[in-house]
């Protein structure tokens, strides 16, 4: 910590997860509550850099009670933000053969879940603190989520270091995850790139609409303006169907996404994705 506020760290994000002990073993991490309280609390007194938790909901064990814990825990300690995610347990991964194989739960199902992304939103809101996107929060004006935000636009991000990502132009890369191979390609004066991937057709456009989505809405008139007239027609049925189902509420002539949409963005990003490559 001392090392690396010295070197002019000014952020800190640490996938913390969860606090509740019992929950966190399960899924691998080695330290308890206590220890993870007591580091954090360090680390937020030096008081020289941004200090910012994931959170996630959905684990095996984890009941509404450890959430609730969670976010309580996350209020009390001296944080600048706040970014709550629900897991996502991809197929061949450890988490995956372990609840594949009984010897863990699946853990909340999707009706919790919702329940649990609510219970977030309402505990910062009653905290005071600001909604950034989607899944982050901040305590104040110290953490503001550039990276986050940014990553998922239209605009370019470097990568640095190794196992680092970024996009330039619509295409996406990834630096040599090994340091001592990034740091032998960098002496012989080679791009350590050990991935990328061409654009996707419309991108520009994919990624205008993850943009909205991110800031919690959807303004089919203002994409229409900056791409085609067309997409007005492409995207009226799916935003008939969700304005009727209560994930999308309307406002002139843009869409906010409910607390209900808010929890399916993910999802409502894919299907307006589809509707663009299928019918344009």
């Given at each position: 910590?001392?090392?690396?506020?010295?070197?002019?760290?000014?952020?800190?994000?640490?996938?913390?997860?969860?606090?509740?002990?019992?929950?966190?073993?399960?899924?691998?991490?080695?330290?308890?509550?206590?220890?993870?309280v007591s580091q954090l609390?360090?680390?937020?007194?030096?008081?020289?850099?941004?200090?910012?938790?994931?959170?996630i909901y959905g684990f095996p064990f984890q009941t509404m009670g450890t959430w609730k814990e969670d976010l309580a825990i996350s209020?009390?300690?001296?944080?600048?933000?706040?970014?709550?995610?629900q897991l996502r347990v991809f197929e061949r991964s450890p988490l995956f053969k372990y609840i594949a194989n009984?010897?863990?739960?699946?853990?909340?199902n999707h009706e919790l879940r919702a329940l649990m992304f609510?219970?977030?939103?309402?505990?910062?809101?009653?905290?005071?603190?600001s909604r950034l996107s989607i899944s982050?929060?901040?305590?104040?004006?110290?953490?503001?989520?550039?990276?986050?935000?940014?990553?998922?636009?239209?605009?370019?991000?470097?990568?640095?270091?190794?196992?680092?990502?970024?996009?330039?132009?619509?295409?996406?890369?990834?630096?040599?995850?090994?340091?001592?191979?990034?740091?032998?390609?960098?002496?012989?004066?080679?791009?350590?790139?050990?991935?990328?991937?061409?654009?996707?057709?419309?991108?520009?456009?994919?990624?205008?609409?993850?943009?909205q989505l991110e800031l919690n809405f959807l303004d089919p008139s203002r994409l229409a303006a900056e791409?085609?007239?067309?997409l007005l027609y492409v995207f009226e049925p799916l935003v008939e169907n969700w304005t009727k189902a209560g994930l999308l509420s309307p406002i002139g002539s843009r869409y906010e996404l409910t607390v209900a949409g808010q929890f399916w963005q993910g999802r409502m990003n894919q299907h307006l994705l589809n509707q663009i490559k299928s019918l344009l």
């Amino acid at each position: 910590m001392e090392a690396a506020v010295q070197g002019g760290a000014n952020r800190f994000s640490l996938g913390v997860q969860t606090f509740d002990t019992k929950v966190r073993q399960a899924v691998g991490r080695r330290s308890t509550k206590e220890q993870l309280v007591s580091q954090l609390s360090r680390l937020t007194r030096f008081n020289q850099a941004a200090v910012v938790i994931d959170l996630i909901y959905g684990f095996p064990f984890q009941t509404m009670g450890t959430w609730k814990e969670d976010l309580a825990i996350s209020r009390e300690l001296n944080l600048d933000g706040v970014d709550c995610y629900q897991l996502r347990v991809f197929e061949r991964s450890p988490l995956f053969k372990y609840i594949a194989n009984g010897k863990l739960p699946a853990g909340p199902n999707h009706e919790l879940r919702a329940l649990m992304f609510a219970e977030a939103v309402q505990s910062m809101r009653e905290a005071g603190w600001s909604r950034l996107s989607i899944s982050h929060w901040a305590a104040n004006t110290r953490e503001r989520n550039f990276y986050n935000y940014y990553a998922k636009t239209r605009s370019d991000c470097l990568a640095y270091g190794p196992g680092a990502g970024g996009n330039i132009d619509g295409y996406a890369y990834m630096m040599d995850r090994t340091p001592d191979t990034w740091k032998k390609a960098i002496e012989k004066g080679i791009k350590p790139v050990s991935m990328m991937l061409e654009p996707a057709p419309h991108w520009q456009l994919c990624r205008a609409v993850a943009e909205q989505l991110e800031l919690n809405f959807l303004d089919p008139s203002r994409l229409a303006a900056e791409f085609t007239p067309q997409l007005l027609y492409v995207f009226e049925p799916l935003v008939e169907n969700w304005t009727k189902a209560g994930l999308l509420s309307p406002i002139g002539s843009r869409y906010e996404l409910t607390v209900a949409g808010q929890f399916w963005q993910g999802r409502m990003n894919q299907h307006l994705l589809n509707q663009i490559k299928s019918l344009l």
